[in-house]
Structure formats: C-alpha cells, structure tokens
C-alpha cells in the first residue's frame, strides 16, 4: 500500500487508521514493518527504579469527545514514564476508551490491542464495538492508543519526509538502491526532529510495560489481554515480561518474533499470493468474474494487469495516476477477508471493462475514495494526529523491535538476490514487499529481547487462533509462535480465508469469547472449519 499511502498524504488526507482488517476498517494490518529509533531492553536484570507512582495512579472515565464516538463509550487518560530505565526524564499521556460491563459485578476488564503497530485502539474500540458487546456480559472492554499513536503523543516524520521514504522504496525507485538508501537516511533525521524524545521509546518492550501500569489503574491483579495481529506480538512480550501478571490471553492472527523482516517480507508475499489464488479460484466460478472461466488464466490475467498499470498508468479524477503498486495495494486490501471478495470482484470489473478506477481506488483507501487536494487541508485532524503518524509509528515500532542493521554494501547485494526471491514468491506483491528489506536502514539497532527472551513461558494457557489462508499474518507463524511460546500455548486451527479470525467466524468469535468469559479453552490443535460450517 506504499503508493496509494503516498499520493494520499502528498493530497492532504488522512492515513487510515490502522484497524484490524477483519473490521473493514484502516489500512491493512500485519505483521510489516518499517523505520526509527532502537529503544534498549529496559531494566530487567538489576535494581529498577521507583515507578510507584504510576502504579498508584486510578483511570478517571468520563464521556468521550468527538461527535461520531459512540456515546456509550467512555475515555481517560494513564500517564506512564518516557524511559522506563530513567522515569525522571519525562511523562507520556496514554489515550483510553472503554465500553462498561453489563454485569453488576464484572471480573474486571479485558485490555484490546488492534494491531498496526501503529493501530489506533480508540478508533478501533469505537467503529468495532458490535463485534465486543459479548464481551461486556463480564468486562470492561478496555483499549488504548500505544505511546507515539493517535492520541499518545502522536509520531511524526513530517508528511513530506514520509512521502519520500514510501516512494524511495517503491518497486522501481529500488532498482537504484543506493539513492534509496540515501533518502532514508535523509528520512530518519526528519523523524527526530518531528516526533521528539517518545520516538526513541516506540517499540513493543516499552508498550508491554505501559499495558503492566495499565493493569494496574484498571484495578486488575491479572491482565486480560486480547490482541490481533502485531497485538498478539504485544502480548506475547507483556507475557515474557510479567508472567506472574498474565491471566486469560486470546491472540489472533500471530505474529512471528524471531523472523528478521526480509523473511517477514517473503512470508506476508506469499501469504498475499496465495490468498489472490483463492480469490481467483472463487472469481472464475461466477459468470460475472472479469477474468473468466479459468483459474490459471486468471492468475496471468493479473499479473499482466498490474504490470501493465505500472507501465501505462490510468489518470484519476483526483490529481494522481493509478498505478501497478496502487493496484496491488488494493487487490491486498480487498483479500483480507472473504467477505470483501465481492467488492473486490466488481472493483476489478470495473477496471477491466470499463477503465473505472473508482471501486479499487475505494479499496486501495480502505473503503472511501479519496477527496479532492485542497490548498488549504489541515495537516492534522481535530485531534492534532499527524497525517502521517500511521505509517511514522509503523515504522518507528518494527524498527524499535529488529536487531539487523546490514550495511549499504550488505544491502545492496542482499536486494540483487533477494529481488528474485520476491518475484517467485508473488508476481504481484512480491516486488512492493521488496521494501521491507531496506527501511529499517540507517537507524540504530533495535533490541534483541523479542528474539532472545520471548519463548518457554511460564504462563496460564493462552489461546492462539492462526487463519489458514491469511495473507498477512501466515498460519506458520502460529505453528512457530506457539512451539517458541512453549506448552503455556494452545492452538486453534481457523480453516478460512481473511486476516484474523474473531471478525469473520463465528466459531472462532465464540471460542474466543468462551475462554476470556468462563476459562473454557479447546483442545489444541482443534479447529473451526469453513465459515459455512461455523455458523450456528
């Protein structure tokens, strides 16, 4: 989603928010990543100083402010230090949302995180809140806005200098490498200068450690957690870090923690193909798929289709051209769960036959075209959100959170041979994932923690659901996660289509929803099979 994400901030609009796929909502979620500053391993093996103070602090709820926030849906805030190792040097402000408990008496809240990174949990909370209510029959449903997210002290590279670091790295600007590489170097000094001293703070260790202080001011003893996506790696490193805090964890859609992100890149492209070839099989058994009848024509058709867009792109009624990687980004967006496969099956006729680019301009935005540039956009919504903090703290967490940082000459022979192993991995995506490779370049090293520490938890069981034909988040990275996590993790096979689980079946909406209510986990290794025969 590289190119449409650039022409929409060069335009003035909004990035999405982020939100889990599953909800139809935000830019696609998943386990890429992107730029800036290494936050250290905190203190953990010597004397930690006092944080008694923001462990003693009681959230105070209030209405939420904002006419399209639901109005059953209460806010606050939870300050908590900018370094943990050093709480002297400053304080953050966390934004919280909640929907209350039905019960009169609750077991206490269960804390959601939407992914990203770089998710928005307000947004999330609010435009998600039907898929929770069963939730609130025991709980406050508790989510937030991690440190340098929405309204946490909002990241920012300045929306030029992210422009430049999206287009640096789209398929054909890395044929020169080395003046990528330059920009992004260029890049990361603009995002110092706009996002200040939380932008060295970002990564996965510190908001597992915000979600322990949170904890506590929700007036938990344990810590009901469930995560999507870069969320189940969240939970995963809060599990590391306060075993003897974990109580009921649900993550869906598992994340890898040990995979460095060129083989993330490959992995997510070929997760993406695949899911594409699903979609097709289904598209050319229906009269109306513009591609016809026949599945293996169908995957070439595409191929050409957004080569072509590469080579000849279509002009829009909003400024910019369509092109390949815009295509690309919404054929992506319309695969992260079946239900969108009609949409994305019109979208594509549309194209096709009549040259309308509306409907995969739609997809491309995550739902919504496009408004017309104006000179005099604002540079932040009502909230003061940076137009580019979705992909500013995208960049900034997985950065945060990866030890490798290879040379430029490293680099520039790993992208000669890994070019090849990108476009066998997918045709279609496989050429934008390219960028992974290189966007953590230039930036100090993140912290090994995840890599080294995160595994053979003692922990309560945690149930981890993977989705066998997700494109995002693949079903081996479940397989793995839970052999690395150890005998605390218990498996649920989700035998569908789409990013996650918990939006779009039922069965797994159900399992889930029975062990955060009651404790009542499945047999590991059982499954929900198709979402027809998942539905009650």
């Known amino acids: 989603m590289l190119g449409q994400l650039s022409e929409r901030l060069r335009g003035g609009h909004r990035a999405n928010d982020g939100l889990p796929p599953s909800f139809r909502r935000g830019a696609a979620a998943g386990a890429v990543g992107l730029v800036l500053l290494a936050t250290g391993l905190t203190a953990t093996a010597r004397d930690e100083p006092d944080l008694g103070r923001f462990y003693d602090q009681r959230i105070e709820w209030a209405a939420c402010e904002g006419t399209e926030l639901p109005k059953d849906l209460q806010c606050g805030t939870l300050t908590v230090p900018l370094d943990y190792a050093d709480p002297d040097k400053g304080t953050l402000e966390l934004a919280l949302a909640r929907y209350r408990a039905s019960s009169d008496d609750p077991r206490g809240s269960v804390v959601l995180n ?117 969320g189940t790696r969240l939970g995963a490193v809060y599990a590391a870090r306060f075993p003897e805090k974990v109580g009921r964890m649900a993550l869906d859609g598992v994340d890898t923690l040990t995979e460095p992100l060129a083989e993330q890149g490959l992995a997510s492209a070929r997760g993406q193909q695949t899911a594409l070839e699903n979609f097709l099989t289904w598209c050319t058994e229906e009269l109306a798929c513009p591609f016809g009848q026949d599945a293996r024509a169908a995957r070439e058709q595409a191929v050409d289709l957004v080569r072509s867009l590469d080579d000849t792109p279509v002009p829009t009624d909003f400024g910019y051209e369509f092109t390949g990687q815009d295509l690309a980004g919404a054929i992506a967006q319309g695969l992260y769960t079946k239900e969108m496969w009609p949409v994305l099956q019109r979208a594509l006729a549309q194209l096709m036959e009549d040259g309308d680019t509306s409907g995969v301009e739609a997809l491309a935005f995550g739902g919504t075209a496009p408004a017309p540039a104006r000179e005099d956009q ?118 569908n289509e789409g990013h996650t689980g918990y939006g779009s079946s039922e069965c797994v909406h159900r399992k889930v929803d029975d062990f955060l209510l009651y404790g009542s986990l499945p047999p590991s290794g059982s499954s929900c099979g198709t979402e027809d025969e998942d539905r009650i």
């Not at 789209?170 to 044929?175: I, L, N, Q, Y």
């Not at 322990?212 to 999507?228: E, P, S, T």
């Open 114 to 230: 939407f992914g990203g990174p770089g998710g928005s949990g307000v947004q999330g909370l609010a435009y998600g809140r039907k898929d929770f209510l069963g939730l609130t029959d025991d709980y406050d449903v508790v989510s937030f806005d991690p440190r340098g997210v929405g309204r946490s002290s909002p990241v920012s590279c300045g929306t030029d200098a992210t422009v430049r670091a999206l287009e640096a790295t789209d398929g054909e600007e890395m044929a020169d490498p080395r003046d990528a590489l330059r920009q992004l170097r260029e890049v990361a000094a603009e995002c110092e200068k706009h996002s200040g001293p939380v932008l060295a703070h970002m990564g996965t260790v510190d908001v597992a450690r915000d979600l322990d202080v949170m904890r506590q001011a929700l007036g938990d003893k344990k810590l009901d957690y469930l995560g999507f996506s870069y």
């Open 378 to 495: 604002p540079l932040a919504d009502e909230e003061d959100v940076p137009l580019d903090n979705l992909p500013a703290a995208l960049m900034a967490v997985n950065c945060a959170d990866d030890p490798d940082r290879p040379g430029e000459q490293q680099l520039t022979e790993e992208l000669a041979r890994l070019r090849a192993a990108y476009e066998e991995a997918s045709p279609v995506f496989g050429p934008y994932r390219l960028a992974q490779v290189v966007l953590c370049h230039g930036r100090p090293k993140g912290t090994d923690y995840i890599r080294e520490e995160v595994k053979n938890l003692d922990t309560p069981k945690m149930l981890l659901v993977g989705t066998r034909g997700d494109p995002a988040t693949p079903y081996h990275w479940t397989e793995q996660t839970a052999k690395r996590l150890g005998p605390s993790a218990v498996v649920l096979d989700n035998r």
